[in-house]
Nanobody, 124 residues
Framework: QVQLVESGGGLVQAGGSLRLSCTAS????????MGWFRQVPGKEREFVAA????????YYADSVKGRFTIARDNAKNTVYLQMNTLKPEDTAVYYCAASSRTGNFFAIVKYNYWGQGTQVTVSS
């Protein structure tokens, strides 16, 4: 069992930056693949970024590639999402997710543990 707690959301102007953090409970964090998803009201939750359990592989949605960076610190049980050059269309609730399953990193069904979400609002 893994419990995930996100932090770092907030209000920022377009072009600004935020760093989201997700801290996990449990001693097996380093064995989980980790991902970030986001959701706006009325739309499906969408993939943003993911990182393999060793951190050797990272994956990004086309919409954030070159602007967002995912990283993890297994010693701190934490995964980060550095978001630069933010746009109003990045406004959403951002969710951290953990996966003990194999499968497509971009697919929501891969992830079996979820945080409660943190709001990111980008003003124009």
């Amino acid at each position: 069992q893994v419990q995930l707690v996100e932090s770092g959301g907030g209000l920022v102007q377009a072009g600004g930056s935020l760093r989201l953090s997700c801290t996990a409970s449990g001693r097996t964090f380093s064995s989980y693949d980790m991902g970030w998803f986001r959701q706006v009201p009325g739309k499906e939750r969408e993939f943003v970024a993911a990182i393999s359990w060793r951190g050797g592989a990272t994956y990004y949605a086309d919409s954030v590639k070159g602007r967002f960076t995912i990283a993890r610190d297994n010693a701190k049980n934490t995964v980060y999402l550095q978001m630069n050059t933010l746009k109003p269309e990045d406004t959403a609730v951002y969710y951290c997710a953990a996966s003990s399953r194999t499968g497509n990193f971009f697919a929501i069904v891969k992830y079996n543990y979820w945080g409660q979400g943190t709001q990111v609002t980008v003003s124009s």
